[in-house]
């Protein structure tokens, strides 16, 4: 079974621009949970997707969005990038969203710069 | 989310055990305790979760106290390629897919 893959792996953006990133999920989950990493704040939670309806949502600004498909596909958008978005995005997958004894499955994440 | 407690570094022998403790005190009855572990840029990879009784897998064992106020991870034999960061986590009740990653444990395995 294909694992969670994310794409792209490497983006470099410039301040004020938008960016959207996408990612897949294993075959038959329908939750998708997505997390931004940085030295600084360490792995922190933005928000979870379970049927193409957003469940939770961490303490983010508006800037960071997202959505989900039919096919449990997911993107998340951060619109007017600043220098300290600049992150590792991972994007997570698990079964039945996260209920008792679920457990998540990482992509390798993409790796934003913004210049 | 419970708060969950653990040593900023550790370090262990190779082929020794690693035992990662976590304190979770403010735990609920009906909520799990999650191990994940994340070895350099790449992603989190889930270990192990349990309740109140020891679990054990291929990767590692977690046994947890009868208050259920701390558990403790079990690497039997680690290795070189376990050396990574190690994250205890208490998601809410039935909310797994929002994980709340505290600091976590850096262990490094040294031959």
């Known amino acids: 079974k294909a694992g969670v893959t994310q794409t792209p792996r490497y983006l470099i953006k410039t301040r004020g621009q938008q960016v959207t990133l996408s990612c897949s999920p294993i075959s038959g989950h329908r939750s998708v949970s997505w997390y931004q990493q940085t030295p600084g704040q360490g792995l922190q939670f933005l928000f979870e997707y379970f049927s193409e309806t957003q469940r939770n949502k961490g303490n983010f600004p508006g800037r960071f969005s997202g959505r989900q498909f039919s096919n449990s596909r997911s993107e998340m958008n951060v619109s007017t990038l600043e220098l300290g978005d600049s992150a590792l995005y991972l994007c997570?997958?698990?079964?039945?969203?996260?209920?008792?004894?679920?457990?998540?499955?990482f992509g390798p994440g993409t790796r934003l710069t913004v210049l | 989310d419970a708060k969950t407690t653990q040593p900023t570094s550790m370090d262990c022998a190779e082929g020794r055990a690693a035992n990662l403790p976590c304190n979770h005190s403010?735990?609920?009855?009906?909520?799990?305790v999650y191990w994940y572990r994340q070895i350099h840029s790449q992603g989190p990879q889930y270990i192990i979760h349990?309740?109140?009784n020891n679990e054990t897998n291929e990767m590692a064992s977690l046994i947890i106290t009868e208050d259920r106020k701390s558990s403790t991870l079990i690497l039997p034999h680690a290795t070189l390629r376990d050396t990574a960061v190690y994250y205890c986590?208490?998601?809410?009740?039935?909310?797994?897919?929002?994980?709340?990653f505290g600091q976590g444990t850096e262990l490094s395995v040294k031959p």
């Open positions: 986590i208490v998601p809410r009740y039935n909310q797994g897919g929002k994980l709340i």
């Open positions: 403010t735990i609920s009855g009906n909520e799990y």
């Open positions: 349990g309740l109140k």
């Open positions: 997570a997958s698990s079964p039945s969203g996260g209920l008792v004894g679920d457990e998540q499955f």
